[in-house]
């Protein structure tokens, strides 16, 4: 069993930036950032096992990181927008086979809130 656990969500005005952390088991495995806002379908952010992946919406703004030692995965998001407000959540795969589709993962974190005011 894999446990993930999110922290570092938060309030923030736009132009701003945050820093996600996700610490679980990550060695060896695919691990994904992925965010839900309500009324919305959960949507993936990034990915990576050794190089990142990240949707159209954000890439150039947020950055995927992982420190295998400290078994911890980070997602830089910088120039937050009000439309990044959501539920972030970590999520991992157990293959380097990256996606950003949720249905590929099978682990998750219980989410951490990012709110962004305009």
């Known amino acids: 069993q894999v446990q993930l656990v999110e922290s570092g969500g938060g309030s923030v005005q736009a132009g701003g930036s945050l820093r996600l952390s996700c610490a679980g088991s990550s060695s060896g495995k695919c691990i994904g950032w992925f965010r839900q806002a309500p009324g919305k379908e959960r949507e993936g952010v990034a990915a990576?096992?050794?190089?990142?992946v990240y949707a159209d919406s954000v890439k150039g703004r947020f950055t995927i990181s992982r420190d295998n030692a400290k078994n911890m995965v980070y997602l830089q998001m910088s120039s937050l927008k009000p439309e990044d407000t959501a539920t972030y959540y970590c999520?991992?795969?157990?293959?380097?086979?990256?996606?950003?589709?949720?249905?590929?993962?099978?682990?998750w974190g219980q989410g951490t809130q990012v709110t962004v005011s305009s």
């Open positions: 999520a991992a795969r157990i293959t380097r086979w990256c996606s950003l589709s949720d249905e590929d993962f099978n682990y």
């Open positions: 990576m096992y050794v190089s990142g």
